[in-house]
C-alpha cells in the first residue's frame, strides 16, 4: 500500500479544518505554539517510514507521555498497579475533581491526571530517579539519544497547575499517594513536557503494535497479555471523554495530549502519529482525530 501518497492526501484533505480549534492556552508555552502546524508520520513494522509535513518537528506530548509513565509501571508491579487505579473509561473531563471525589480517590483509569497521578507515584516509590527513567525509556523507545524535557513547559504547568494539585491532595488524602503531593507534581508535570517529533513518537509506539516487543532489537517490554490490555486501555480510555467518537470514527488504540498529538496503532502492522496543535474542548487534536479517520477508511485498516 502506497502510504505516502495517502498521507500526503490526508495532509490536503484536512486543511481546510485549521482554525476550527484552538491551541491549549491554559498552559502559557503552549499557547505560543504556532497553530497551523501539522505533522504526520508512519512507521511499520518491517521499518517502512512515511511522512508529510512537520513531522520531524518535535513538541510537547503531554498526555502522550502517560503510556510511557504506564508501560514502566506494569513492568515494575505488575497487576498490582490496578489495586490503586481503575481500568473504565471515564465519561468525564480528565480533570474532573468530582469524579475522584465521588469514587473515594481510586482513578477511574491510569489515562485521566488522577490516575496518571498514581502511575507516577509508583515510579517514585520503585526507582531511585523517576524522572530520568521515563527519559531514558523514551529515548530507548524511539533510539534518539537528545530528546528531553521542555523546562519552559514543564516550569509552566508547575505555575498554573492548580487542578493537578487539588487532585494530588485529594489523592493523598485517601492515602493513594505514597510520596509527597510536590515530588509527584514535579515528576509528573516534568514527563508531560517531554518533547518528541512525530516520527519520534511513532517508533516509541512500535512495540505496542508488536506484541510488546520492539522491532529493531527484538527486547521484550511487556507480555503478551501486557500488551493487551494496554492497547484494550488505550482503545476505551485514551481520548478522555471523546474516547467512544475515536473508536467509532478511527477504530485504533490510541493516546492524544493537549500539544495537538495523537499515537495510534495498528497491531501487526504499524504505528502513526499525528500533530496539529488545535484542540477541541475535549482536549484532541481537530485535525489529528480527522487525519486518522481519513486513514482508517482509506487503508480499510483498523482493528475492526
Request: hydrophobic share 45%; proline share 4%.
Amino acid at each position: 500500500m502506497d502510504y505516502s501518497a495517502i498521507l500526503e492526501a490526508i495532509a490536503r484533505d484536512v486543511a481546510p479544518l485549521a482554525g476550527a480549534g484552538k491551541v491549549a492556552s491554559y498552559i502559557p508555552e503552549l499557547a505560543r505554539v504556532p497553530s497551523g502546524r501539522f505533522g504526520m508520520a508512519l512507521v511499520g513494522l518491517d521499518g517502512q517510514l512515511c511522512t508529510v509535513g512537520d513531522a520531524q518537528e518535535r513538541f510537547s506530548v503531554q498526555s502522550i507521555s502517560k503510556v510511557f509513565t504506564l508501560t514502566l509501571a506494569i513492568r515494575q508491579i505488575g497487576e498490582q498497579l490496578f489495586e490503586r487505579v481503575g481500568r473504565e473509561p471515564s465519561g468525564n473531563p480528565f480533570n474532573s475533581l468530582v469524579q475522584l471525589e465521588y469514587e473515594q480517590g481510586i482513578p477511574r483509569n491510569p489515562f485521566i491526571n488522577a490516575g496518571a497521578l498514581v502511575v507516577t507515584d509508583v515510579l517514585l516509590t520503585q526507582m531511585a530517579d523517576a524522572k530520568a527513567a521515563v527519559l531514558d525509556f523514551a529515548r530507548h523507545l524511539c533510539g534518539c539519544s537528545d530528546i528531553a524535557y521542555d523546562a519552559s513547559v514543564a516550569a509552566s504547568e508547575r505555575q498554573t497547575g492548580y487542578t493537578n494539585a487539588a487532585l494530588a491532595n485529594y489523592l493523598k488524602s485517601h492515602d493513594n499517594l505514597h510520596n509527597s503531593v510536590e515530588a509527584v507534581l514535579d515528576a509528573y508535570y516534568h514527563h508531560c513536557s517531554l518533547s518528541m517529533s512525530c516520527v519520534e513518537l511513532a517508533k516509541a509506539f512500535l512495540f505496542l503494535a508488536n506484541h510488546g516487543v520492539t522491532p529493531a532489537s527484538g527486547e521484550r517490554l511487556l507480555t503478551v497479555s501486557q500488551t493487551k490490555r494496554l492497547n484494550a486501555l488505550l482503545l476505551t480510555c485514551g481520548f478522555y471523554d471523546e474516547a467512544g467518537e475515536f473508536a467509532f470514527r478511527v477504530g485504533l488504540p490510541g493516546k492524544s495530549g493537549v500539544g495537538g498529538g495523537i499515537a495510534a496503532i495498528m497491531p501487526g502492522r504499524w504505528a502513526v502519529t499525528v500533530w496539529s496543535p488545535e484542540i477541541n474542548g475535549y482536549g484532541n487534536s481537530v485535525r489529528g482525530m480527522k487525519a486518522l479517520e481519513m486513514l482508517t477508511t482509506r487503508t480499510g485498516e483498523s482493528i475492526f
